[in-house]
């Protein structure tokens, strides 16, 4: 960790306001609960402008590292209450549900500065529907699609597709709204089971019909404020259960950073026909993007076309980005945060980071919970250990409690070494349901890196 002398102080626009964000004062409050939010408490608890991390409702592993709220992240009214009585001096807001129940919003309301978008930014989330009217509006790519309330129409635009064709439930869905079909019978039946509210209830009540896309897909993260944003290392995800990219789709299965696949270059392209002409596009409809912006990119022979907006930070990508950021990101988030100015660059390390997620047998299906995880005492060089889906019990120990156990992080300065460091991490740590992906990054040592 950097000496304290050495780190940025907080831009004078933010101590203007708040006097009580001197150093070593601040009171932050992480919500939610997953591998994602491990890892926020923690970079923040690095910070030495930082007195107290606490989580909501956070989970077993976090629990023994910081105090936990038991509230629901769902509930705004509770949120706000709690800000207040702990004296929260920024709120930084994990996954995607608050954000679209406007938690930013009430909290702004009640004079609570809070990480993340507002309600109507966080439709871009919330709403595929609004996403592709919107990259539309703005002629930035994306796959060609229509939007539809009613099921006539939708299967008249169907058919006129071809194939395969990709069926999308607008709303959220968990990661599990998105359909790619190979007849027009199966996408048939696909958007009348949305359409009717019975696959996905209220999220299905528009759904999007889109053409497929081939190639590969890269996710880069941006903290925004307003049009002003810093761009976080590009990372790639493993959305399928098993091994080549093969099964189910899940929560993310590993992912690693940076990636070749997207050179400097490349990446100062994709800020220009993509990135600006968002946050441009955003602020010309009277949004102003505070927060994480990520970007599903899908680099075809075309080009990068965007596959879907996330209005937060990735799970598992985030336990891979932020430990390569080399500067003290609790300043920056209170910029964004304030809707301030941010720097042109964050410092990053010359390093390389891998999680592979450790996940209970039987997910992203039904699985056992319950199971006694062993930790071992010294974790083996370069890695750590981030939970997800575990409960402390009475007497100590660590409980696996959901699908996405643990998150085994390496981090090296080679994407070798980080894959060492994670995969040993992985091989000392037991649980009788536990099963992983042994090929996280195989994409990228397949190009010979
Ligand atoms: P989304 O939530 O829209 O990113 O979709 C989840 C996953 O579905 C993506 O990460 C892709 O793997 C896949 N996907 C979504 N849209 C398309 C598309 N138009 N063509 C091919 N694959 C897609
Ligand atoms: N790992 C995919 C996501 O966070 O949406």
């Not at 509930?75 to 995607?96: Q, R």
């Not at 890695?383 to 085994?408: F, N, Q």
């Amino acid at each position: 960790m950097k000496g304290k002398d050495k780190l940025p102080r907080l831009p004078s626009l933010i101590q203007e306001n708040h006097n009580q964000m001197n150093e070593n004062n601040l009171r932050i409050l992480v919500l939610g609960s997953g591998g994602r939010e491990h890892t926020l408490a923690k970079i923040c608890s690095e910070s030495p402008l930082v007195r107290e991390v606490l989580v909501a409702p956070g989970n077993g592993g976090i629990q023994k590292e910081f105090r936990t709220l038991d509230l629901s992240v769902e509930d705004n009214s509770k949120i706000v209450e709690i800000a207040k009585s702990e004296n929260i001096d920024l709120v930084v807001v994990g996954p995607e549900v608050p954000l679209c129940n406007g938690v930013v919003d009430d909290l702004a309301q009640n004079g609570i500065l809070a990480y993340g978008p507002d309600a109507q930014c966080a439709r871009l989330e919330g709403s595929k529907a609004f996403t592709k009217d919107f990259l539309a509006r703005h002629n930035i790519p994306t796959a060609g699609y229509g939007n539809f309330t009613e099921i006539g129409p939708a299967i008249e635009y169907l058919y006129q597709c071809t194939l395969p064709v990709v069926v999308k439930a607008s709303g959220l869905a968990a990661g599990k709204g998105v359909i790619i079909c190979s007849s027009h019978e199966e996408a048939e039946k696909e958007i009348k089971e949305m359409l009717s509210g019975n696959s996905f209830g209220a999220s299905g009540s528009e759904v999007v019909i889109e053409e497929f896309l081939e190639g590969e897909e890269a996710s880069l993260h941006l903290i925004c404020s307003g049009e002003d944003y810093v761009t976080l290392p590009m990372s790639q995800d493993h959305k399928k259960v098993g091994e080549g990219d093969t099964g189910l789709n899940t929560g993310g299965m590993g992912a690693y950073a940076p990636t070749s696949l997207v050179t400097p270059s490349m990446l100062n392209e994709y800020e220009e026909s993509i990135v600006r002409p968002t946050l441009a596009g955003l602020k010309s409809e009277g949004m102003n993007f505070r927060g994480t912006l990520y970007i599903g990119l899908m680099l075809t022979q075309d080009g990068p076309k965007v596959l879907e907006f996330n209005v937060r930070f990735g799970d598992p990508e985030t336990q891979v980005i932020l430990p390569l950021v080399g500067q003290d990101l609790v300043p920056i988030l209170i910029a964004s945060a304030k809707g301030a100015e941010l720097p042109e660059k964050l410092i990053m390390k010359d390093e390389f980071a891998m999680v592979v997620v450790l996940a209970s047998a039987g997910y992203p299906g039904s699985y056992p919970k319950g199971q006694k995880i062993e930790i071992p005492q010294n974790l083996p060089p370069s890695s750590s250990l981030i939970h997800a889906g575990t409960d402390l019990s009475d007497d100590g120990s660590i409980l696996s409690s959901g699908g996405r156990v643990l998150g085994a992080v390496g981090v090296g300065s080679t994407l070798e070494d980080a894959k060492g460091a994670a995969y040993r991490l992985c091989e000392s740590v037991d649980f009788p349901s536990k099963f992983y992906r042994k090929d996280i990054g195989h994409r990228e040592f397949s190009r010979g890196n």
